[in-house]
């Protein structure tokens, strides 16, 4: 088993004051126990959040933690695999965007599946059921 962390759990783990804080860091835990095999996230979605917590927390700290732990950096172990969109994935995620444009994601919702696809990963840790139908999802609360 496989899963790409996708960017509302690392935020929701990140903000204490988040509504589904609580879930994210059962499913953290879970991650570390190695109940979900190994995890992955992307650049696209490392960029979206730390943006994310800055802008909903206002806090640079809140912002450069939650980078560290998905970088491994630090005092945080180092257990997610950073993947980059690299030219098949993007071209594959411009593909995915325009053809499921009644699904409402975004496109870096895009370069997800797109990476799922491409890398041969099983599953998103995600909140978003924007995913559902499209690629398998694993919901973080039915964690821990």
């Known amino acids: 088993m ?30 570390i126990d190695g ?5 992955y996230t992307s650049d696209y979605l490392y960029d979206e959040t730390v943006t994310l917590t800055l802008s909903r927390t206002g806090s640079f700290e809140r912002a450069k933690q939650v980078g560290r732990r998905i970088r491994g950096v630090a005092s945080y172990p180092d ?8 030219r098949p994935v993007f071209r594959d995620a411009v593909e995915t965007f325009e053809r499921f444009d ?9 370069t997800t599946i797109a990476l799922l696809e491409k890398r041969d990963i099983d599953a ?9 139908g499209i690629v398998d ?3 973080p609360a039915e964690l821990g």
Not at 35 to 39: A, D, N, R, V
Not at 124 to 132: A, E, R, Y
């Open 124 to 132: 998103v840790l995600s909140f978003d059921d924007d995913f559902d």
């Open 137 to 139: 999802r694993v919901d």
């Open 79 to 86: 257990l997610v695999t950073l993947e980059h969109v690299d």
């Open 35 to 39: 109940e979900e095999g190994q995890p």
């Open 102 to 110: 009644d699904q409402g994601l975004s496109f870096t919702d895009a």
């Open 2 to 31: 496989s899963v790409v962390i996708n960017s509302g759990v690392f935020y929701a783990h990140a903000d204490t004051d988040a509504t589904r804080h609580d879930d994210a860091v059962r499913a953290f835990d879970a991650i």
